[in-house]
């Protein structure tokens, strides 16, 4: 993880905090694992990473962006997982904990692989978030059928997506009675991207998503060719969502 870290997921158990993360060794990207008593200091593990590439796999290159549940006793984390460093394409794969550190993946994986050619989804599927929610689980991932290219000198002083004439990244649900198996939805995506100039133009990615007071909640990132920022919308279903009409709730100074 010496070229940095990033995509933290934290669950409170115990008398503490357990975190997965992203660590880069610049070559591969993996899963790591911290714990902290107080969720401020925390310590790495010694056998880091905990949830790691599969030689010669589909996910050879990157574990990635993990979704992490606790039910009944058994750790679940769906991860994004590629054999290109930059994931573009990009699958969701599953695996199992018992512990949070020693992990088994689904022997089937992937579990949600981008659409066939034509599809709205079918170059890259990930930044999933999932909620179980009567007996079933649902999914929202974002999802493109743009082959992304990297170029340097960006807005952000780092590597940007090369956005090509048409290019953009929305968000996709998915449904399923075990985890395992899913079912796109079949109007997705279920949040598009904004009209030209509008802040969420460009992409429509990294949805988190919650059940509260009967209604579901959504955060997701907006961006155009200038800025990202953070948007929300709600629905009442999980498919048909209403972006908040002042978004965005949080972004850069302007």
């Known amino acids: 993880d010496g070229k940095g870290f990033g995509t933290a997921e934290v669950i409170k158990q115990n008398d503490g905090y357990i975190m997965w993360f992203r660590g880069d060794s610049g070559k591969l990207q993996q899963v790591g694992r911290a714990t902290s ?3 401020i200091t925390w310590a790495k593990d010694s056998e880091n990473p905990a949830l790691k590439v599969s030689e010669n796999e ?4 990157a574990v990635v962006d993990s979704f992490i549940s606790f039910d009944e006793g058994i750790y679940t984390a769906w991860y994004r997982g590629s054999m290109d460093y930059d994931q ?7 695996a199992t904990s018992s512990d949070g550190i020693q992990w088994t993946k689904y ?11 034509g599809e709205w989804d079918d170059k890259l599927v990930g930044d999933q978030t999932i909620i179980k929610k009567g007996g079933k689980y649902n999914m929202w991932y974002a999802g493109t059928s743009y082959q992304q290219e990297r170029k340097k000198d960006a807005w952000w002083n780092d590597l940007l997506w090369q956005t090509r004439e048409g290019w953009k ?12 198996v899913w079912k796109k939805e079949s109007g997705n995506p279920v949040i598009r991207v904004g009209e030209n100039g509008e802040w969420d133009s460009v992409k429509a990615d990294n949805p988190f998503v919650m059940f509260d007071e009967g209604i579901y909640k959504m955060w997701y990132r907006g961006e155009n060719l200038s800025y990202s920022a953070i948007g929300y919308a709600t629905s009442s279903d999980g498919i048909r969502w209403t972006k908040y009409p002042r978004n965005p709730v949080l972004k850069p100074p302007q």
């Open 37 to 39: 008593k107080d969720g």
């Open 58 to 61: 589909w996910d050879d290159t």
């Open 88 to 94: 573009a394409p990009s699958s969701v794969g599953l």
């Open 107 to 117: 022997k089937h994986n992937p579990v949600l692989k981008p659409g066939p050619a």
């Open 169 to 180: 990244k929305e968000i996709g649900f998915a449904l399923s009675d075990d985890g395992i």
